[in-house]
């Protein structure tokens, strides 16, 4: 049977258990209007026709003319009002007393018309106190009746109203039982409905659906499973320790080196949260909480070993919920941390440092000798040297001074990497550092004829600084700055406080630097591409000023645009007082 025809029948039994009651409503209430017009009608008709002789017989006693029309008119009427058992026997006594009267004239006759009067009076009253009681009874019965059948129908529709609606609700719930048992990923729920159709044909597309939806996640689960182990052996094979953290911070995969490193069981912390595990590890609490790109140190078989240490964010697409919506973000659901092994790589750079330490400190005696030959040179006690051989001599000169002071750059660089770097922080004059680098520029302002503007409080505070490496930093800006400025250009020194900072900067109007090459100026051995009349130096001012300047508590950075010039500054704290 359809759903819409069960609806219907539904309906239409409502209808008629309405109609049915109605009718038994109306039937009852028509025999108690019945039995109350019985009591109304004929019986109070004949009290009032022989209560109206009696008045007649008060009046004149029926000795008017008037009055003996008026009674037989009400005579007959009663004659025609005979009701009740034993009131025709009266009437004719009446009549009979009464025509005697009229013949006779006697006062005697009056007294049977009367008495006659009164017995259908007493027969009518007594009619009506028993038709009152059978009414009563009528009533009584009517009301238990319709007492009876409403209590009939509110069962009939009571019992309606709890199964009824259960052939529509309960398909429709274990339809939602089954959506859900499907959202669970419990692809095993069928439905069986019986009864409609309709049912049955929903029930049937869900069990199909669930079926398709199970033999998808069965190939899927072991599509997973296999490219889940596949995962999980690539990274076993990794050379480097590797685990993982999902988005809530849980540990969900390590590798055996990784555990080795850590000192952990992987069977025993897979699923822990990263925040627990890490309370109890001081080696794994640094590796997630590390931020800066420094070396880790392991010792491992009692030997130091160094680790660079990665980790990248899990990015997946984000999945809009309105299906017709296209989403373009991504979300992170997890992070991978990597610990690779640059022991090696650490090795051959020290090996690299040692070497150019060693070689820079045996080049400076060569240099320092050519310095010294090519002075006695330009004695005159020696001999003349002539225009040529001059130049000459100026060219060879200029070179042993580069030479030199690359060696000098080496030599730091060198400290600065194997960490004995070696600072005299106190507090300084940075008057003094600006007039020891101004001074060292001096002959090279001379050659290019080159203005400086130089922009300063009237007083400057003390500094917490390393002097000469400070000052070396500031000659190094303006050498810079020199060499890539025009003859009889201008060069600007600006030192400005800010809370608690003194800045240097040196802005020169060249050239100035691409933005492609601007974040790499600091890097050790970066060189920017130059158009063949600028002498280019190692590459290494940059990078050893910025970690003079940092390692004394400051800032380096540069600000330039092509075609306007560049500006380099740095600053250090100032002194308290």
Same mark, same amino acid.
């Given at each position: 049977?359809?759903?819409?025809?069960?609806?219907?029948?539904?309906?239409?039994?409502?209808?008629?258990?309405?109609?049915?009651?109605?009718?038994?409503?109306?039937?009852?209430?028509?025999?108690?209007?019945?039995?109350?017009?019985?009591?109304?009608? =004929?019986?109070?008709? $004949?009290?009032?026709?022989?209560?109206?002789?009696?008045?007649?017989?008060?009046?004149?006693?029926?000795?008017?003319?008037?009055?003996?029309?008026?009674?037989?008119?009400?005579?007959?009427?009663?004659?025609?009002?005979?009701?009740?058992?034993?009131?025709?026997?009266?009437?004719?006594?009446?009549? $009979?007393?009464?025509?005697?009267?009229?013949?006779?004239?006697?006062?005697?006759?009056?007294?049977?018309?009367?008495?006659?009067?009164?017995?259908?009076?007493?027969?009518?009253?007594?009619? %009506?106190?028993?038709?009152?009681?059978?009414? *009563?009874?009528?009533?009584?019965?009517?009301?238990?009746?319709?007492?009876?059948?409403?209590?009939?129908?509110?069962?009939?529709?009571?019992?309606?109203?709890?199964?009824?609606?259960?052939?529509?609700?309960?398909?429709?719930?274990?339809?939602?039982?089954?959506?859900?048992?499907?959202?669970?990923?419990?692809?095993?729920?069928?439905?069986?409905?019986?009864?409609?159709?309709?049912?049955?044909?929903?029930?049937?597309?869900?069990?199909?659906?669930?079926?398709?939806?199970?033999?998808?996640?069965?190939?899927?689960?072991?599509?997973?499973?296999?490219?889940?182990?596949?995962?999980? #052996?690539?990274?076993?094979?990794?050379?480097?320790?590797?685990?993982?953290? =999902? =988005?809530?911070?849980?540990?969900?995969?390590?590798?055996?080196?990784?555990?080795?490193?850590?000192?952990?069981?992987?069977? /025993?912390?897979?699923?822990?949260?990263?925040?627990?595990? $890490?309370?109890?590890?001081?080696?794994?609490?640094?590796?997630?909480?590390?931020?800066?790109?420094?070396?880790?140190?392991?010792?491992?078989?009692?030997?130091?070993?160094?680790?660079?240490?990665?980790?990248?964010?899990?990015?997946?697409?984000?999945?809009?919920?309105?299906?017709?919506? %296209?989403?373009?973000?991504?979300?992170? /659901?997890?992070?991978?941390?990597?610990?690779?092994?640059?022991?090696?790589?650490?090795?051959?750079?020290? /090996?690299?440092?040692?070497?150019?330490?060693?070689?820079?400190?045996?080049?400076?005696?060569?240099?320092?000798?050519?310095?010294?030959? !090519?002075?006695? !040179?330009?004695?005159?006690?020696?001999?003349?040297?002539?225009?040529?051989?001059?130049?000459?001599?100026?060219?060879?000169?200029?070179?042993?001074?580069?030479?030199?002071?690359?060696?000098?750059?080496?030599?730091?660089?060198?400290?600065?990497?194997?960490?004995?770097?070696?600072?005299?922080?106190?507090?300084?004059?940075?008057?003094?550092?600006?007039?020891?680098?101004?001074?060292?520029?001096?002959?090279?302002?001379? *050659?290019?004829?080159?203005?400086?503007?130089?922009?300063?409080?009237?007083?400057?505070?003390?500094?917490?600084?390393?002097?000469?490496? #400070? /000052?070396?930093?500031?000659?190094?800006?303006?050498?810079?700055?020199?060499?890539?400025?025009?003859?009889?250009?201008?060069?600007?020194?600006?030192?400005?406080?800010?809370?608690?900072?003194?800045?240097?900067?040196? #802005?020169?109007?060249?050239?100035?630097? *691409?933005?492609?090459?601007?974040?790499?100026?600091?890097?050790?051995?970066?060189?920017?591409? #130059?158009?063949?009349?600028?002498?280019?130096?190692?590459?290494?001012?940059?990078?050893?000023?910025?970690?003079?300047?940092?390692?004394?508590?400051?800032?380096?950075?540069?600000?330039?645009?092509?075609?306007?010039?560049?500006?380099?500054?740095?600053?250090?704290?100032?002194?308290?007082?």
């Amino acid at each position: 049977m359809k759903l819409k025809t069960k609806l219907r029948l539904g309906i239409g039994f409502l209808f008629l258990m309405l109609i049915a009651f109605g009718a038994i409503s109306l039937f009852q209430i028509n025999r108690i209007a019945e039995s109350t017009a019985l009591i109304l009608k =004929d019986n109070n008709h $004949s009290l009032q026709y022989t209560k109206a002789m009696r008045l007649l017989m008060d009046k004149d006693s029926l000795t008017g003319t008037a009055s003996q029309k008026a009674f037989e008119k009400l005579l007959v009427q009663e004659e025609q009002n005979i009701t009740e058992k034993g009131e025709a026997v009266a009437v004719k006594e009446l009549a $009979s007393a009464y025509q005697r009267f009229t013949a006779t004239k006697k006062i005697t006759e009056l007294s049977a018309i009367k008495s006659a009067i009164y017995r259908i009076e007493d027969l009518n009253m007594q009619a %009506i106190v028993s038709k009152s009681q059978r009414s *009563e009874q009528t009533v009584a019965q009517a009301t238990l009746y319709l007492g009876l059948a409403a209590f009939i129908f509110f069962l009939i529709l009571f019992t309606f109203i709890l199964s009824f609606p259960g052939f529509i609700a309960n398909p429709l719930a274990l339809l939602l039982d089954g959506i859900k048992e499907i959202g669970k990923k419990n692809y095993k729920q069928r439905l069986h409905f019986k009864g409609t159709e309709e049912f049955s044909t929903l029930a049937n597309a869900f069990n199909d659906m669930a079926k398709k939806l199970d033999q998808w996640e069965n190939s899927n689960v072991a599509e997973l499973k296999s490219e889940k182990q596949r995962i999980e #052996t690539i990274i076993q094979q990794m050379q480097d320790a590797v685990f993982g953290l =999902d =988005d809530k911070g849980n540990l969900i995969f390590i590798n055996d080196l990784a555990a080795e490193l850590l000192h952990l069981k992987p069977e /025993a912390v897979l699923g822990k949260n990263i925040e627990d595990l $890490s309370s109890k590890n001081g080696l794994l609490q640094t590796i997630v909480k590390k931020e800066n790109a420094d070396l880790l140190e392991i010792v491992l078989q009692q030997k130091p070993n160094y680790f660079s240490v990665t980790f990248n964010d899990i990015e997946i697409p984000e999945i809009p919920d309105d299906e017709n919506a %296209i989403s373009f973000t991504k979300k992170t /659901a997890g992070k991978v941390f990597i610990l690779k092994n640059v022991t090696d790589f650490k090795e051959l750079d020290q /090996a690299k440092t040692n070497f150019m330490a060693t070689i820079s400190h045996e080049l400076k005696t060569p240099i320092s000798s050519i310095k010294m030959s !090519l002075k006695l !040179l330009e004695d005159n006690r020696i001999g003349d040297l002539n225009t040529e051989q001059k130049h000459m001599i100026a060219h060879i000169q200029d070179d042993a001074n580069r030479l030199l002071k690359i060696t000098g750059e080496l030599l730091d660089l060198a400290q600065v990497e194997t960490g004995n770097i070696k600072l005299n922080v106190q507090q300084s004059n940075a008057t003094e550092i600006l007039d020891y680098a101004t001074n060292a520029v001096s002959v090279q302002l001379q *050659e290019k004829q080159i203005e400086f503007r130089i922009n300063k409080p009237t007083v400057l505070p003390p500094l917490v600084a390393d002097q000469e490496k #400070t /000052a070396w930093v500031l000659v190094n800006l303006l050498s810079n700055a020199i060499r890539y400025s025009a003859n009889q250009s201008k060069i600007d020194i600006n030192i400005t406080i800010n809370n608690t900072m003194l800045y240097f900067s040196v #802005t020169d109007y060249g050239k100035g630097i *691409e933005d492609q090459y601007q974040n790499d100026l600091f890097k050790r051995y970066f060189q920017v591409p #130059t158009d063949g009349q600028h002498k280019s130096g190692s590459g290494l001012g940059l990078s050893i000023s910025k970690d003079f300047i940092e390692a004394q508590g400051g800032k380096i950075e540069v600000q330039s645009e092509l075609g306007v010039g560049s500006t380099f500054s740095f600053s250090l704290p100032i002194a308290h007082s």
